[in-house]
Structures are given as C-alpha cells and as structure tokens.
Nanobody, 126 residues
Framework: QVHLVESGGGSVQPGGSLRLSCVVS????????MGWFRQAPGKAREMVAA????????RYADSVKGRFTISQDNAESTLYLQMNSLKPEDTAIYYC???????????????????WGQGTQVTVSS
C-alpha cells in the first residue's frame, strides 16, 4: 500500500512555470513506477509523463515534450513535474500515480497504475 499526496498547483499566466510535487508514503518510492496524469474539464484523463525508479527512462505526451520534465528524488520520496512555457490547454487537474515494479508494466497505460493521489488544480489563464 502506498499513499500519494500532490501539491504545487495554482494559477499562472501563459508562458509561466509551475513545479508539482507528489510525496509518496507507506512504502519505498523505489519499488514503484511513477507517472503524472491530467484531466481537463469534459475530457478523459491522459498521461502527461512517466518514469522508472532510476529515472534513466521517461516517457512524455507529445503535447508536453520539451516543456515538462518528470523527475524523482528517492531520498525525499518525492516525484516532481516541472512545467515550463505553460499554455491555456495545460489547464487541468493533475494526478500523481504509482504502480508496483512487480507488475512489470512501467511506462504502461493508465490502467496499469493502481495508486492515485487526490489531484492538484493547474489553471493557465491571462
């Protein structure tokens, strides 16, 4: 069992930056593959970025490549999402998600993740 708590959301103007954090508790973050997802109003939830515990391999949605960076600090048991050059279409609730390594589905689809945070709102507007 693992518990995920996101923070760092807020309102920002287009072109601005935010850094989301997800604190992992209840188990060692290195036992999990982590990801960030988002859901905009009226739309399905989508993968934003995902990574493996070593951080050596990551995957990004085409819409955020070159602007967002996923990382994790295993000593702090925290997952991050650095978001730069934000656009209005990035407005959504952002969720942190985890799946145990034993599932052997790292970087897999949304359905592979079985632990979710409560979400943090990101609003990009002028």
């Amino acid at each position: 069992q693992v518990h995920l708590v996101e923070s760092g959301g807020g309102s920002v103007q287009p072109g601005g930056s935010l850094r989301l954090s997800c604190v992992v508790s209840g188990n060692d973050i290195e036992n999990y593959c982590m990801g960030w997802f988002r859901q905009a109003p009226g739309k399905a939830r989508e993968m934003v970025a995902a990574t493996i515990p070593s951080g050596s391999t990551s995957r990004y949605a085409d819409s955020v490549k070159g602007r967002f960076t996923i990382s994790q600090d295993n000593a702090e048991s925290t997952l991050y999402l650095q978001m730069n050059s934000l656009k209005p279409e990035d407005t959504a609730i952002y969720y942190c998600a985890a799946m145990h390594l034993a599932l052997n589905r790292c970087l897999g689809p949304e359905s592979a993740y079985n632990y979710w945070g409560q979400g943090t709102q990101v609003t990009v507007s002028s």
